[in-house]
């Protein structure tokens, strides 16, 4: 085998100090994060000191406002740090995204005096979010959740089941969508419940195929009772709170996608140009090569594509449509570069020996989370062709 080190990917950033936050994201993942990715995953260890040292950092809020402890960063900027981290580890990247989610709806709709009172802490001071939609009976159809919040005296009292929470029995601060009044999306909404709340409790992580070091647990809500000005926009807004939220979450999620297709790549073209058979690289032959020029190709066009949706985002347009279309075909490409990449490895690539394995078992995830891959189809078909006939 050979020596060659990934080449950096060659970003455009729109700022120096864009290009000096990039390369700092690039060191700490290189230093503190990368060398311990893979037995840290095995083990299942989450990495909360990591996530600490991005805060300390300010990493952890750099898409909201400063005044706030955020980093008034650009979207294009922010998720471009998601990319590195994720090609670093997984469960790292994700986490950044799921706790920049989780913070979405108070800094977007809560009043000025919870923003005062509970950004700060939550984008840099070390707290860690969960973002409780889905529910055991309601993934896809969230407007179903079951979730009951009943108004008592000056507060409401929560009771039901989350699933699927990421963070999960770790956060300390959950963004949680509760059922208020009528059934359907309307009598939906939002709070800002703490982590160590009276009657909140996590079931046991679940056993996932990949991304072991991240916990996803059900959350229980056991007459969990909360003030008022923890709830987060009017009553029934709830549902539009979470599906802003998704809006840039899956961004997030396009982001890592497109960082794990690039570390499976790099894995790729490290052992192709150093494993020689026949006499020379693997490399030398066509079948590769062309491989590893899709691979390349699809990379190129998921990253122009939620570069694209980010720089919508941030100039204050509509970008639904293309935030779907960059989940779409971002997962899609992790799941099919990760997979080729274990075939350039060949026997090699289905060995724990290298990481490739383990990247195509976490690719596999991202195609899921934050709306199905098919959801984000119909996201997509609705804006051309709008909603379905009943």
Known sequence: MNDRAPQPVDR???????RDLL????????????????????AGRFPREILTLLSGSGLLGLAYDSAYGGGDQPYEVYLQVLEELAAARLTVGLGVSVHSLSCHALATYGSKQQQVEFLPDMLGGGLLGAYCLS?????????????????EGDGWVITGTKAWITHGGVA??????????????????????????DGLSAAAPEKKMGMKGSPTAQVHFDGVRVPDERRI????QGFAIALAALDSGRLGI????????????DEALAYATGRRQFGRPISDFQGLRFLLADMATQIEAGHALYLA???????????????????LHCSDTAMKVTTDAVQVLGGYGYTAD?????????AKVLQIVEGTNQIQRMVIARHLAGPETR
Do not use: H, N, W
């Open 309 to 327: 949706a980010a720089r919508l985002r941030d100039a204050g347009r509509p970008f639904a449509k293309q935030a779907a279309m960059a989940k």
């Open 354 to 362: 290298f990481p490739v394995e383990r990247y195509m078992r976490e």
């Open 135 to 151: 529910e055991p009976s309601s993934g896809s159809d969230a407007a179903s959740l079951r979730t009951r919040a009943v108004r």
């Open 233 to 236: 926009g009017d009553e029934g």
């Open 254 to 265: 396009a982001a890592c996608a497109i960082g794990l297709a690039q570390a499976a790549l």
């Open 23 to 42: 390369a700092l994201v690039r060191d700490i993942a290189q230093r503190e994060i990368a060398p311990k990715a893979a037995e840290e995953e095995d």
């Open 172 to 197: 300390d601060f959950c963004t949680v969508m509760a059922r208020t009044g009528e059934e359907g999306p309307r009598g939906i909404t939002a709070f800002l419940v703490p982590g160590d709340a």
């Open 12 to 18: 455009q950033l729109p700022t120096d100090e864009a």
